[in-house]
């Protein structure tokens, strides 16, 4: 019943900027923190930013000041602005919510950031 659809991914030189999208079903978004997550390849998927109902936000150091999270809790929707974008900023970015002590995700955008 519960669905998340990421979209926005892209290949982007460094210093480029990127914006992610988020769609998730009403049950799932209206009341719950909103997060995005990233994974490269070989690492451990790590919070890059979470967003609360009320729209307060919290930035992993390493894209504080880079990236901005933004929600629409009437259509349901999630954005991450990403600027001034680095190599290391490279992986599968995914959106998350938690609902019912489940965790859902979408299938991830990727994002590819060259030097």
């Known amino acids: 019943q519960v669905q998340v659809v990421e979209s926005g991914g892209g290949l982007v030189q460094a210093g480029g900027s990127l914006r992610l999208f988020c769609a998730a079903s009403k049950s799932l978004f209206n009341f719950n923190t909103m997060n995005w997550y990233r994974q490269a390849p070989g690492k451990e998927r790590e919070l890059v930013a979470s967003?609360?109902?009320?729209?307060?936000?919290n930035y992993a150091d390493s894209v504080k000041g880079r990236f901005t999270i933004s929600r629409d809790n009437a259509r349901n929707t999630m954005h991450l602005q990403m600027n001034s974008l680095k190599p290391e900023d490279t992986a599968v970015y995914y959106c998350n919510g938690e609902l019912a002590y489940r965790n859902y995700w979408g299938q991830g955008t990727q994002v590819t950031v060259s030097s």
């Open positions: 967003i609360t109902r009320n729209g307060r936000t």
